[in-house]
């Protein structure tokens, strides 16, 4: 008994096989790996020690053999000498939050996560720690199409809370317990993914993880998946009208939770918890986890009818939430995103709290229920979230200018080009060279990345496409390619694979200009444009040309300029009254391009390259042509 939706297996089934019908076409023969977790963990408080027992069912999706597997022992790098530490101190621009405080730890103050057995099916197995992975070689190969179990005992101690993890946060929160369990690697068509952690990003398999923590009972969690026995737990978690019942003799409470078709557990845990729950339509439960202090309580208490309406735009816009449950925990060190939770840090006034919250949701639509390769894409997650989040922003805070919610990650992305510091979007998050390339990279090109993919297809065809995106491909680890595909069905067949070389693979930057304007002849009633590429990125174009008529009433027209890679055209978007004239397409190869408009040049008043700004033109001081004043 799960949860009410998992008591029912005719209704897991049909969700199950609706997932299938409606997915099953974005697979294209992609396997996947599959896990079922189940872990008993005994926490020690006094030491910030536990320990704990693991058992991983393995099923071996893919098409080969495997003779070894992998886990992630992140604990390990909160190390002095560890990679994650020697990497913050030698990089140009360190995470502050990072620097060198790994460095400085105690040995009662670092992290660890120390195996002490490892058996297959049974058979006990040889292992190598290789600080933050562990290699493992298996007793007998497991075959495609295969299943094995693999069961670990082990200990680990939580470390001085640095990045992400940890306990004693800079906000009091006791423990924030993310990246804190032995978690074995992914392995998909490009082998394995055993990188070690230098405090980026994460990949996991898609699972259901059946965790059961003992603590000191005067703790309140906060945590990924159901809790399985709120009646025995109470604080808030227990059903209405029931009874808590526990042994009041216990030191220490058993808390039981449940998280299926996930690929990540997290939970944090505090004393001094406020635990608040918000019903969205008795379909949802919001959690709300947050320490009782005077002067931010009345802004956690105001940002849960932010969130209920957050979740319903949200639901609409981008897909529907496909789990009962969701937790804003504080704790962590900024905010960070799991499945069905987020740990954010509390102390904020109200749009700031507001703010990390939306965004570390919206992660749960473009990672934790997409689960892409964040270290190879980050920005599909980093990105895409941005994006969506201004959207939100926008749409919770009405009085937004919703012409320049984007405007932000233009600048930096634009920054990047400036200080040519910019890497290609397709560099692995772990070498990036700064910390400020990979941020701007990630999160703010990411975000570019979408909102001209609007400009590309329409707004209405990209709408669409974000919907049938994430019908598409959640929980089913999309890449780059997957999402170009959805967009291109959606645009009606625009071929779009040119966007994502250039956008994705080079640091080519997009930069055109109204070179030149003229009259035909003498008395010429029409008037000629020559427009320069000067960037190396090609893109289609929206040329506004904004004219007196004969009346003398100001006219805007759209010539719109199609991209001969493009293959064929966007439709019209219904801008400028719907006034549009398509005209032949620019061939890429091509630098100039000159047009003819049958308007005389005494009667134009402006010429705009991409008025919507929705264009990442590095230099839009040459997109705007306005006659000297006579």
């Known amino acids: 008994n799960k949860t009410d939706m998992y008591k029912s297996p005719i209704l897991w089934l049909a969700l199950l096989l609706c997932a299938a019908s409606t997915t099953a076409y974005a697979q294209q023969q992609r396997w996947q790996m599959r896990v079922k977790y189940a872990m008993d963990i005994d926490m020690d408080v006094k030491t910030h020690r536990f320990k704990g027992k693991q058992r991983v069912v393995l099923y071996n999706n893919s098409n080969e053999t ?6 992630h022992l992140y604990f390990n790098a909160f190390q ?6 020697v990497r913050s101190r030698n ?15 105690k040995p009662d103050e670092i992290g660890y996560q120390n195996v002490r057995s490892l058996r297959q099916s049974g058979v006990p197995l040889d292992f190598q720690v290789n600080e933050s992975i562990l290699e ?3 007793a007998r190969p497991i075959a495609a199409g295969g299943v094995d179990t693999f069961d670990m005992e082990f200990e680990a101690q939580v470390p001085l809370q640095i990045r992400r993890s940890g306990r004693n946060s800079s906000e009091g929160v006791d423990y924030s317990m993310t990246q804190w369990y032995p978690k074995m690697c992914n392995f998909d068509e490009q082998g394995w993914h055993a990188n070690p952690y230098v405090g980026r990003e994460f990949y996991g398999i898609w699972g259901d993880f059946d965790v059961k923590i003992s603590i000191d009972r005067n703790y309140i969690l906060g945590a990924s998946g159901y809790l399985q026995n709120p009646n025995e737990i109470g604080c808030g978690y227990e059903d209405t009208g029931a009874k808590v019942v526990n042994d009041p003799k216990a030191e220490k409470l058993t808390w039981h939770f449940f998280a299926p078709n996930v690929h990540d557990f997290a939970w944090g845990a505090d004393r001094d918890y406020i635990h608040d729950v918000v019903d969205l339509n008795d379909t949802i439960k919001i959690h709300f986890l947050y320490q009782d202090e005077a002067e931010h309580k009345e802004n956690w208490k105001k940002a849960q009818g932010y969130m209920v309406n957050a979740f319903k735009f949200i639901q609409n816009r981008y897909g529907v939430y496909p789990f009962r449950q969701y937790s804003f925990i504080q704790g962590g060190d900024g905010g960070m995103e799991y499945p069905m939770c987020t740990l954010i840090t509390g102390r904020r006034n109200l749009g700031s709290l507001v703010g990390v919250m939306v965004h570390e949701l919206m992660h749960n639509w473009y990672q934790m229920l997409m689960g892409t390769n964040e270290s190879l894409y980050a920005w599909m997650d980093e990105g895409f979230t941005s994006y969506a989040s201004a959207v939100v922003m926008a749409y919770l805070f009405p009085n937004t200018n919703q012409a320049t919610i984007h405007e932000s990650a233009y600048k930096g992305y634009f920054a990047l080009i400036e200080q040519k510091i910019e890497e290609p979007l397709s560099t692995h998050a772990d070498h990036f060279q700064s910390n400020t390339a990979y941020g701007q990279a990630a999160y703010s090109k990411g975000e570019v990345f979408l909102h001209q993919m609007e400009y590309i297809i329409g707004k209405e065809a990209f709408d669409k496409g974000m919907l049938d995106y994430y019908d598409a491909w959640r929980f089913r680890h999309p890449n780059p390619n997957d999402f170009v595909r959805i967009m291109e069905k959606a645009s009606g067949g625009l071929e779009l694979d040119w966007y994502k070389e250039y956008f994705v693979n080079s640091i080519h930057f997009v930069d055109y200009a109204v070179k030149e304007i003229g009259s035909t002849s003498t008395d010429s009633t029409e008037t000629k444009i020559t427009l320069e590429r000067i960037g190396k990125f090609p ?3 929206d040329l506004v040309v904004e004219y007196e008529d004969e009346k003398g009433k100001t006219v805007e027209m759209l010539y719109y300029i199609p ?8 439709k019209s978007e219904g801008l400028y009254g719907g006034r549009r004239t398509t005209l032949p397409d620019w061939r890429w190869t091509h630098p100039k391009y000159e047009l003819t408009i049958a308007v005389p040049q005494s009667k134009i008043l402006k010429i705009s390259i991409d008025p919507t700004n929705r264009l990442a033109d590095y230099k839009r001081g040459n997109n705007l042509y306005v006659p000297a004043k006579k």
Do not use: H, N, Q, T
């Not at 002095?80 to 530490?85: A, E, F, I, V």
């Not at 991209?563 to 055209?569: A, K, Q, Y």
């Open 136 to 138: 493992v070689r298996l």
């Open 66 to 71: 495997l003779d070894r597997v992998f886990y």
């Open 539 to 541: 893109m289609p174009l």
């Open 563 to 570: 991209l001969d890679l493009m293959r064929g055209e966007k």
């Open 80 to 85: 002095p000498g560890s990679m994650m530490d």
């Open 91 to 105: 990089i140009s621009d360190p995470d502050m939050r990072v620097a060198s405080r790994i460095s400085k730890l």
